[in-house]
């Protein structure tokens, strides 16, 4: 095991966006970048960034502030950008729409392979370039197609019961709209977007902003 | 101050989950329940879940568990589900649709009261009971309707000016979805959806789970 496989989980959490950032930059012709100012655009602290940026292997010369490009690169590696992942995504409503037609997946490395759903109306309707697929077809369509990742988009009542059925078609990733807990095998990957308890996090903070501005 | 003020961002992120399953024992009749059992269904350490706890005013008692309602109530006042948040949508594409048909961000406490866009092919139809309308309206809407907070679903290349333009109108509260980094005044409270974000976390644990089950 490397070191990098040792970098705790709310670092890796943190580098995505340290990669927006830094990919902006080298869009910018910016070659080097100073913690501080990292800390001013991402609203974390100097401190923070540098213990992260150590993790990866300490690319930060004191007072001459970090390389863009080797930090860039790193960051890349070590998310596996360089790996294409295929998904598949289960539910076309307007989320399964909404993440079909989002055009960063797959410069990320991310491609979608196949939109199923169970709705006669949806199935057989193009969903950026992809014809939806009935869900019974989907045990074929994984026979002949590599799929990574499943994306679940649909209605909460069903979402255990599609991730079990992915699981069980070979499928290790899985990346769960639904606002339910999914409790899966110890070899499965899950992502949660939890949009309501995003909410409820920022509701929070409102709460939490409007009484110090009242202190 | 209160003490509760002072609960640590961490803990408030896993507070909303906590509240899900709880809220789920609650309606199965739960009464008393264990961090061990709680650390089963929710992936975390038990220490980690009392330790959580513990912030909250410590509401267990070492060997009984904790009680389902007592802890419901106190997490729903923290995260202040009692008060009513009135949030306007910008971006009536997939991702706007998907959000104002989501019926759960009601029951938590946030109330979608306005769905905005520039796209003259959408304005004037109905979303989910509200009617589209022009960012031009915007202004003039605010100034009858109170609104906390703005989902931002527009492309990226929109949203700092469409983020720009709600703070300007008073709004205090962003929801922002689009893949970018934005700069906000301090009293603004800001919860990025970061999708992309997301599923390069996805791609990193699949990426470790691969190589340990090869080692």
Chains 1, 2 share one sequence.
């Not at 196949?114 to 939806?132: A, E, M, S």
């Not at 994984?142 to 019961?161: F, G, S």
């Not at 990733?173 to 499965?188: K, R």
């Amino acid at each position: 095991m490397s070191a990098r496989s040792r970098i705790p989980g709310a670092v890796i959490r943190r580098l995505p966006r340290y990669y927006r950032y830094l990919s902006t930059l080298h869009q910018l012709g910016i070659v080097r970048v100073s913690s501080r100012d990292m800390s001013k655009a991402l609203g974390l602290t100097s401190s923070q960034i540098r213990q992260d940026f150590s993790n990866l292997g300490g690319l930060g010369l004191q007072g001459y502030g970090y390389d863009v490009d080797s930090l860039l690169k790193e960051i890349g590696i070590i998310l596996g950008l360089d790996t294409m992942y295929n998904l598949i995504i289960i539910g076309a409503g307007n989320l399964g729409h909404a993440l079909s037609n989002y055009q960063n997946f797959e410069k990320r490395g991310f491609r979608i392979i196949g939109v199923f759903d169970v709705d006669q109306r949806i199935i057989g309707k193009k969903v950026n370039g992809l014809t939806v697929m009935h869900m019974d077809e989907l045990s074929e369509f994984l026979k002949e197609n590599k799929a990574d990742i499943a994306a679940i988009t649909v209605p909460r009542t069903y979402a255990r019961e599609v991730a079990e059925k992915v699981i069980s078609l070979g499928i290790r990733g899985i990346w769960n709209f639904a606002p339910v807990e999914l409790e899966f095998p110890d070899d499965i990957v899950v992502e949660n977007i939890h949009l309501s308890d995003s909410l409820m996090v920022l509701g929070y903070n409102l709460k939490q902003e409007k009484k110090e501005n009242r202190a």
